[in-house]
């Protein structure tokens, strides 16, 4: 009997559970026996994933939701029979408001990602000068870019909408998916999207119209989807913990091995792997799937594959935290009628956004109290993230009393704090991840994934985990 092949994973986030789960139906489908050892630094698995339920609160530390938009964290729940367990936003509010020039403002219906497609609201919206809004208008006369290639985020949308587009809606909506500086983000890295718009429609508001068109004649033609309704952002019913310990028990938990942190990995000379351990343990393996931040992967190659360091050490990450806080409903002078609001850099406030958790899904707080979740830090602001716990909920309430009007304490807070948690898409990523690529495919049986590569969203990084473990799966069968 041939001995079973070794798979090692190291970093027990979304991408790595998602690449051990692939395994592991990869191995029951074809009857095969392997070995999968998934090694993660913390005591619990799920990474950026944290859902705390402090009774009756539950409470998001990281991601609190993902699109749908995106097939493949979808396409797991359904795998793993948790469809039921899916939790739509709350019909309760729609949309969101920014905030600018002391006031919050609705973000005009019809603004999709930062490009008006609705001309009426967008014209009675305040929240847009007149000057700005004429010029968001001026798109449709501003002739493409005629050179190929990359360009920040903030280049793009000042040459097409304007800057006062840029600073109220790009900068808040679409730099703050990443918590990043749209002076250097490369869009053909995080939202390559818009320059096809751009490309395509000879505007983004043409582009965007027309793709709006090509999905609705792609809806009609569709056989209805299988299933309840699905809104744009979703999540689940407990929290989307509950996909982690899915995945923990599919996998068994034999195969994981919390609390056991990879400090290097060098090929051996049997053709494998060798990973070793903080405290010199050390194990071998055929495969080795490498999903932590690039920074810790960087200190993984140190000593062996240098230029591979290097480039991992090249990709940036900021820092951010999250507080959440409850208020009885009757502290809270504003309506709710909305997910939340958005900060832009310009309005110079401390905090980036504030989800109103428990109006934006159900199952959060109990009847008569509110759940608040406010981002502190990102590419701005990292040094916020450094306040002890005390201090940022004090900064966090002095925000809301200036914004919102709350001047009660709350009854309970959380914080969160995910230093170097937001890896950064800057100007010359792509030729980055290519380099990266070259030298990866030099190994046997080497792989890298997670969201410091090819997309930072839980659907991308379910995607990039699963990928990497059919070609290592590729690999040695
Ligand atoms: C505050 C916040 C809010 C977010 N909101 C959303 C959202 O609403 N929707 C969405 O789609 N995405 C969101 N994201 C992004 C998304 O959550 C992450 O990109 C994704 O979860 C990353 O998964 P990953 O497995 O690639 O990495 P991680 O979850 O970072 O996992 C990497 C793992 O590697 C481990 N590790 C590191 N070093 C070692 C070592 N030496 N040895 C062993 N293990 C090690 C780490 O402990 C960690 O568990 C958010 C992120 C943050 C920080």
């Not at 001995?3 to 990869?26: F, N």
């Not at 925000?399 to 001047?407: A, D, G």
Request: glycine letters at 8%.
């Amino acid at each position: 009997m041939m001995t079973p092949k070794k798979y090692a994973i190291i970093g027990g986030g979304i991408t790595g559970l998602a690449a051990a789960y692939e395994l592991t139906q990869k191995s029951r489908q074809t009857d095969t026996p392997i070995k999968i050892e998934l090694f993660e630094k913390a005591p619990e698995m799920g990474g950026k994933i944290i859902t705390k339920k402090d009774d009756p609160y539950l409470i998001e530390g990281g991601p609190d939701c993902f699109i749908v938009e995106k097939p493949w964290a979808l396409q797991l729940i359904k795998e793993l029979g948790l469809e039921g367990e899916l939790l739509n936003t709350s019909s309760q509010a729609t949309g969101t408001f920014v905030y600018d020039n002391n006031a919050l403002h609705r973000l005009p219906e019809g603004v999709m990602m930062m490009v008006p497609t609705k001309p009426i609201p967008f014209i009675l919206s305040k929240l847009i000068s007149w000057p700005g809004k004429i010029r968001m208008a001026c798109d449709i006369l501003v002739p493409k870019r005629k050179e190929a290639g990359d360009e920040t985020l903030s280049s793009f949308v000042r040459r097409r909408l304007g800057k006062e587009a840029l600073d109220k809606l790009a900068e808040p909506l679409i730099g703050g998916i990443h918590a990043g500086d749209p002076e250097n983000m490369s869009l053909l890295s995080t939202f390559p999207r818009f320059l096809e718009m751009e490309q395509d429609g000879g505007s983004l508001i043409i582009g965007m119209l027309k793709r709006q068109k090509k999905m609705v004649a792609m809806m009609k033609n569709r056989p209805a989807p299988s299933g309840p309704k699905k809104t744009f952002f979703i999540s689940m019913n407990d929290g989307l913990g509950r996909l982690v310990d899915e995945l923990e028990k599919v996998i068994g938990s034999d195969n994981l091995h919390p609390d056991r942190e990879i400090s290097q990995i060098r090929p051996s000379q049997t053709g494998g792997w060798l990973i070793e351990e903080k405290n010199q343990e050390s194990t071998d393996a055929d495969a080795v799937i490498v999903t932590t931040e690039t920074y810790a992967a960087a200190n993984f190659f140190r000593n062996e594959l240098p230029r591979l360091s290097d480039l991992l050490d090249e990709i940036p990450y900021v820092s951010s935290a999250t507080v959440s806080l409850a208020f009885p409903r009757k502290a809270i002078p504003h309506p709710l009628d909305a997910y939340g609001f958005i900060v832009p850099k310009i309005a110079n406030r401390r905090i980036m956004a504030v989800t109103w958790s428990s109006i934006k899904w159900d199952h959060r707080a109990p009847e008569g109290m509110v759940l608040l979740r406010a981002f502190v830090g990102g590419a701005h602001r990292q040094e916020l993230v450094s306040l002890g716990d005390q201090e940022m909920i004090k900064m966090v309430r002095e925000e809301l009393s200036t914004i919102m009007n709350i001047s009660s304490p709350p009854q309970k807070s959380w914080v969160y704090r995910w230093m170097q948690g937001m890896p950064q898409y800057i100007m010359g990523h792509l030729e980055r991840l290519e380099a990266i690529d070259k030298i990866t495919k030099t190994y046997k049986g080497l792989y890298l994934a997670g969201a410091g590569y090819r997309g930072i969203g839980i659907p991308d990084c379910i995607n990039q985990g699963r990928q990497a473990a059919v070609k290592a799966w590729e690999s040695l069968t």
